[in-house]
């Protein structure tokens, strides 16, 4: 008997020890630690939600309805290449939702009805995508945006960061202790949209542009030339930096052709890399064989043209090709700082936003307000656990704190099996610890009650502990199953709060079965194996 209460002991001991372990980094104490237990030993601890250290709260919309565009325009022109390769002259344009092909001749529309299954006829000549791809096509607009920001946002390196979608086409984002909310919204809402396109020098308009303009003049340009600028061309801006405060100062307009000879989509890598020339960071990109070898065939047919190499829309560099280049790398330059330099890789190695993005709402939780969240919860907390001793001492005695030890014990546990799975402490998180600390209260009731009932029998006082926790052992066990039960379909459907309360609640529950039906019977079969107990102190 002996024997096996010490092997508790020490069970009991070893896990505490291993709780305050992961629970140090948390501890003022642990600053005062030294070198090597910090490099060899947890250093993490329990990380704070964002109701507790602050951040942000962003809910985006993705627009749906522009992935259908696009998918409308990549099927134009995949169907323009169909044609072509079947030597059937009609041409193929997209707007909005719509594509036109003119001449629709029946050979047209055979190839249409046999290879192009989604698109149905709008009357006309006009072919749109039918109901139940549109459908799909805004679904996965939805959840590839979802995994996109996931990525931007791991790559970020935010801690434990909630992604999640809400309703057809919304997401939310909360990004705890994030330091530059601006350049996490720039990250996350940046299309990144990569496109390779061929500069226009040769058009008549081409030398006509002026050579740099204020940012706000874009439009002034466009419509200025508008009606000038040939049919296959457009006009964008490359932006010019201010070397010293890194901001955009001027714009110089371009004509670039509209065909696109190549995207960001055909990309592998994207690395942060310093021109040892000019001392100035740029980022390398590298495609994949498909990729590669479009861009030597590009690269090899437009000697001595420039490349515009556009992101979202604005032009960021558009060198010149001197020689064909096979091996798939490039670099984009622009004057970049190393800070803007490493956001480009992160979205571009990310992947590009199926569609664009709106924000709905954007709210900063500032840390003040974590603040006193946290020592509201620890002023909650406190108050319930002492008015908890306090009641089981003066009510049950030498029992009431055998009840009170137990408690202690659950809460070391509790806080320590969070900081070793490294999960989140919210808010409602701390009202899960509280809730658990009320079930571990409840248990020791009911078990003290059933024994309090077997010595009012005449049992001996290791005869009624005995008793006592057999009898409440599967009312305590069905009744915290359940609540095990609730919780991990809390957390299994719920988000952001919801599953910090299930959490907590869950680690609570579980940890209070071994300490209620453990934890208390070995101290009372300790006491009890030293001596011949006569009367039990509860």
């Given at each position: 008997m002996k024997k096996k209460v010490m092997w508790r002991f020490i069970l009991m001991g070893a896990l505490a020890l291993v709780a305050l372990v992961y629970l140090l980094p948390d501890l003022h104490i642990y600053n005062s630690m030294p070198g090597w237990w910090k490099t060899s030993m947890p250093d993490r601890g329990i990380t704070l939600g964002l109701d507790l250290q602050g951040g942000l709260h962003l809910v985006f919309e993705v627009e749906a309805e522009k992935a259908v565009e696009i998918t409308t325009s990549?099927?134009?022109?995949?169907?323009?290449?169909?044609?072509?390769e079947k030597d059937i002259q009609a041409e193929t344009k997209a707007e909005g939702l719509i594509?036109?092909?003119?001449?629709?001749?029946?050979?047209?529309?055979?190839?249409?009805?046999?290879?192009?299954?989604?698109?149905?006829?709008?009357?006309?000549?006009?072919?749109?995508?039918?109901?139940?791809?549109?459908?799909?096509?805004?679904?996965?607009?939805?959840?590839?945006?979802?995994?996109?920001?996931?990525?931007?946002?791991?790559?970020?390196?935010v801690a434990e960061p909630v992604i999640h979608r809400q309703g057809a086409t919304e997401i939310v984002v909360q990004l705890p202790g994030v330091k530059d909310p601006g350049r996490a919204i720039d990250i996350i809402g940046k299309t990144a949209q990569l496109e390779f396109k061929i500069v226009d020098d040769a058009a008549a308009i081409a030398a006509d542009l002026p050579q740099a303009i204020l940012p706000e003049d874009e439009q002034k340009v466009l419509?200025?030339?508008?009606?000038?600028?040939p049919e296959d061309d457009e006009i964008l801006f490359i932006r010019n930096v201010d070397d010293t405060t890194r901001k955009v100062v001027s714009k110089?307009?371009?004509l670039v052709k509209k065909k696109t000879e190549i995207t960001g989509d055909l990309l592998t890598e994207a690395n942060v890399t310093i021109d040892q020339r000019y001392n100035e960071p740029y980022v390398a990109i590298s495609f994949n064989p498909a990729g590669a070898k479009i861009f030597e065939d590009v690269t090899g047919r437009?000697?001595?043209?420039?490349?515009?190499?556009?992101?979202?829309?604005?032009?960021?560099?558009?060198?010149?090709?001197?020689?064909?280049?096979?091996?798939?790398?490039?670099?984009?330059?622009?004057a970049f700082s190393m800070e803007e330099s490493k956001?480009?890789?992160?979205?571009?190695?990310?992947?590009?936003?199926?569609?664009?993005?709106?924000?709905?709402?954007?709210?900063?939780?500032?840390?003040?307000?974590?603040?006193d969240s946290i020592e509201a919860g620890k002023a909650a907390g406190l108050i319930g656990a002492v008015l908890v001793v306090i009641f089981m001492v003066f009510y049950y005695r030498l029992a009431g704190v055998i009840a009170d030890f137990a408690l202690a014990l659950n809460i070391l546990l509790l806080m320590g099996a969070m900081a070793m799975l490294e999960a989140t402490l919210t808010l409602p998180g701390i009202a899960g610890i509280i809730l658990a600390i009320g079930m571990a209260?409840?248990?020791?009731?009911?078990?003290?009650?059933?024994?309090?009932?077997?010595?009012?029998?005449?049992?001996?006082?290791?005869?009624?502990?005995?008793?006592?926790?057999?009898?409440?052992?599967?009312?305590?066990?069905d009744s915290h199953v359940t609540t095990l039960i609730t919780a991990i379909v809390l957390f299994q459907f719920g988000t952001g709060p919801i599953k910090g309360f299930a959490v907590t609640l869950s680690f609570g529950v579980s940890i209070n079965l071994f300490t209620a039906l453990i934890g208390t019977k070995t101290i009372f079969d300790f006491v009890n194996s030293r001596r011949e107990v006569k009367n039990l102190s509860i």
């Open positions: 990549r099927l134009a022109d995949s169907l323009k290449k169909s044609f072509d594509i036109s092909v003119e001449p629709l001749t029946p050979a047209a529309e055979k190839l249409i009805d046999d290879d192009y299954t989604v698109l149905k006829s709008a009357g006309a000549g006009k072919y749109r995508i039918i109901p139940r791809e549109q459908d799909r096509i805004k679904d996965d607009s939805a959840e590839q945006a979802l995994e996109t920001i996931r990525n931007r946002i791991d790559q970020f390196g419509d200025e030339f508008r009606g000038k600028i110089s307009p371009i437009n000697v001595e043209k420039r490349m515009a190499i556009i992101l979202d829309g604005t032009v960021y560099s558009a060198p010149v090709i001197r020689e064909r280049i096979a091996g798939g790398n490039a670099q984009i330059s622009g956001d480009l890789a992160i979205v571009l190695k990310a992947g590009a936003l199926p569609a664009p993005m709106k924000m709905l709402q954007n709210v900063t939780v500032g840390p003040s307000l974590g603040r209260v409840d248990s020791n009731v009911l078990m003290f009650e059933r024994m309090r009932e077997e010595l009012r029998t005449g049992k001996t006082p290791h005869a009624a502990v005995d008793s006592g926790y057999d009898k409440a052992f599967w009312t305590i066990f």
